[in-house]
């Protein structure tokens, strides 16, 4: 079984296509943690894949934190002494700070300074500003809009509502032979923010498709949740489940030009970051690994000390390090189609290793199998591939797995565990753990 | 107890002429896994050491394999149309497939081509290969040699015989204070080629002779046994001294003029792996370590998973790596002498650290013993001397053997070695370790 | 609790100028490894801190040594054959072979010569050399000295004694909340040399000042001795203090421009070994961590293998690495004022890593407390020093130390204590070991 499967190099570019148009539909919601923006995004994904969505309600206690109140907003504009809108949330709804509470005055522009917010170094991007936790109000724009405001009086409005509702999220379980969980996570809740992370969302929109109707070892759970508060609600509420999960990965800022960055999990060497870091060793971008850290996205949740699980976080360029981050320069331009397709091909090259890393034992362990006999150890088999049934054979004593003889051997997985299959099919080889049996649902 | 005791740099010139005068007596015969060449091989051998012959019938099962018909040769050429022998047997072994089935046929150029091997980038080389498990014939020539072939019709003859028989392997066994076994082995199966492996059967002899006769802590087995089948064969046969193997060596490619390099065991940190490293970071020549791979030689037999000996594979240049691998150019010429000899004195090194590799326990372990009043801290002691016994001073605790105490201090182990034994004189060490006493006789 | 605390960069230039008057102080006082220069010396550092004296009679078995004979001198000179004094004891009392016997003779100098002792590359220097353990005299002049010496008869006069008497050396205890210690302890025997080893005394004295009346967690113990017999003295005499020392350090040649050197324990991994790397990895100036050797000073006594106490030799340039080492050119010029301030702040850092490394327990451990709300991620604090807050957070899990949360984020330790000590402040944090409480007195 290989999750790869379909996901070949031909359909490459129309994929890419299909998940970059995907993600350019979701792109002009204003989203936030709570509200209709993200569900209506949920809407969007729940057309794509099967999705339970959940509401949590405001002033629900989940662990240290409390669900706030629900943000919703029509309209926002800063107007100058003639009325004109000379700052317009219809245009872009980066201009709002968000979680802005409801705002309707006049005052004098060296008054409404102190609620602006712009990027001197980049005078043409809006930055993108929040205020969840902290009522307040504020507007953001460029720096070329700022520097043209004429002393005088503007009228400034924000018609939003902030009011007892809900937190709501998405959770898309796809069941596997086996009760045990990988959970994929992406935080949605950011408004017109390309790479942070409609990336993340329509990457894992489009693995939960591949994935759905598949024969899987393991069961899968994933999470479209608004970041921080979202992680948090979900831990509070599903603690059997979390018990379940094996692995997991956070996916986000992963649709842009960057080689690939993966974070380890806290654990440091669990078998995710293990599958990952080969993978993308043997990727074909650029790529590197990075050490936990108690900063990122919900990996910081999981990964916080009570719940310790072995999720990691899947990358391009890393938040806060790419000058577009959090600006309206994280557009639809900076990701491309191309790389939203590889990123899902890496994601499913990972899970396939996830699935298919076993432990096998070699049948008859007294020097070696005559292969030739068997037609195995043919000159027209390459050298990689005799090798891979020499390094299974050798390495197949019950304790090393496929993903152990992977990186021993320096022969990239999918090849191991072909020659592990072909193994099977010719009686030298069998499987040494019954872990898919001890688990099943 | 040093067993380099002998091989001094003195005599290294001698000894290495001695050593290449035995493999040029050797490198005429034609040899295969089985038949006359490798007995009379054997043959010369027992001349040297005392060494038993074993005939393992053909058709006998050995593990996954069975012993294949024995072959012999007595003749082979290609004649041309005129009847002169243009490929000659006669004058050179390499230039009949080895273990061809017998032909004697007339045939047109174009059909007996697909019987013809040639080294097109060294036109010059005859190229050795071998059809043991498939029935099969042909010759090996220079390139020159096939590019002067005329159309025509060519007498192709090869007088050989394979039918039921014998595998011959030769065995010496050196008995000594316990009966836990180093084992020797190589490959004595290739016909007229040098560095593969008459450099390998030819310091192993010498070896042999050289332990002959000396009080040896381990007992040491020889193998001179044919490639892959003779290996398992012999594993097949001994399961009881399998058992009794503490260390081993594999030895081949180790007489041309290239650097070491030592191929460490399956389990990569056996004490053999570690003394091979050890020696080899001190010989003063340019030496390699390389990792475990279940390629190679009859390391792979060895290191099998039912099996996983502590057996590593000395070399000088890497079989496969040398261009002069597996043809005529793997001639007398191209090993030398002194490699031979220096070889030699590798091998007795890490023997020599195995042999005297254990754990000692200081005597007077609070503070330093006074080594002023004992005269061991003498200026005139030269102060690697003095170091090495505050090394072993400090490190024998009952935990650390010399070896460790070598790696840790970066001394040399013969330093080590002598400064623990004038410790012991002095009274100030003793052995802590009654390995040797465990599994005497 | 911050040792620290009052060795603040503002002091550094006063604090500096202080000690090194205080080694000012000692330097011309010709001590040895028994005798009244090393009690005047003891005598001067009980003027700055509480000091016991001890006194070991001549004779005395200590483990594998003998306390010797009590050396004293009290004049020293060869005469020209004009009478005039050559070399004069009362200019320098390195022109002494220390503990030469009494001499008091007439000789030719081609006799005198055998007892002469300069250095030829350093011709305006006078080496260091003494003989405690087999009876001996000579002098030690600078080649320039020797050179003009013309042929004749000569005065030699040592008016030495060298009988029954005393080693002394000093210890002061500092009891903390527990009765675990911490040794530190200085060779106090050279004469007119300064780096090796006033520096030694002078960074023990201040900080065992410094220490004197703060409350510590651990006892402290300081000593003032004796090179080599020194240690196995106290070793001997003290069976049940060293049962209690936890950590230690031999601090020598820390006076000088050069960068730091810590040499590790025998132990290679101990709290001390790993404290003092982290503090000299954010100490501001160059640093090399080296691997033990059973080589050096006292350290070789406290690592000896029946004790292998983790005690760790603090230095700046190492001895035997400088030409200055044991000659006369380790004076008072060597060592600077600044780089003894520096010593004792970088000193007094280790300390406060030991005194305030424990594991704590996170009281939130299911996803992130809410900082926000607890003032505790506001922008002002600066990134670090959240970054502090959110390590600290997440590896307090009960088995990670404040040290090991340092070293796996790179933040230094007394930001990490910092941040431990707030969030324990704000109630999210605890104490997860009890070993305070274990060994109180």
Redo the contacts between chains.
Sequence with gaps: MSILNGLDEASRASLGLEMHGFAANLFPICRSITGNGIRQTLGHIKAQISLNTFDVPSGKR????TVPKEWNIRDAYIADPAGKRVVDFQKCNLHVLNYSVPVNEKMLLSKLKGHLFTIPEHPDWIPYRTSY??EDWGFCLTHHQMTQLKDGEYGVRIDSTLQDGFLTYGECFLAGRTREEILISCHACHPSLANDNLSGVTVATFLAKHLAGRDLRYSYRFLFIPG?IG??TW??RNREAVERIRHGLVLTCIGDAGGFHYKKS?RGNAEIDRAAAHVLRHCGEEAKILEF???GYDE??Y??????LPVGCLMRSVWGTFPEYHTSADNLEFIRPLKLADSLRVCAAILDVLENNRCYR?E???????L??RGLYGGEAGGEEI?AR??V?????GHHTLLDIAEQ?GIVFSRICAAAELLCEKGLLSVASDDQLKSTV
């Excluded at 989940?62 to 934190?65: L, N, Q, S």
């Excluded at 990964?303 to 310790?308: D, L, V």
Aim: proline content about 10%; aromatic content about 16%.
């Design positions: 989940v662990f240290d934190w936790y902290k921080t992680a948090i831990l509070a806290r850290s108690p900063y910081r949740q990964c916080s000390p009570g719940f310790n070699n008859l362990p007294y020097g070696e199998p005559q030739g006999r090798m020499l390094w054979l050798n390495l197949s004593d051997s």
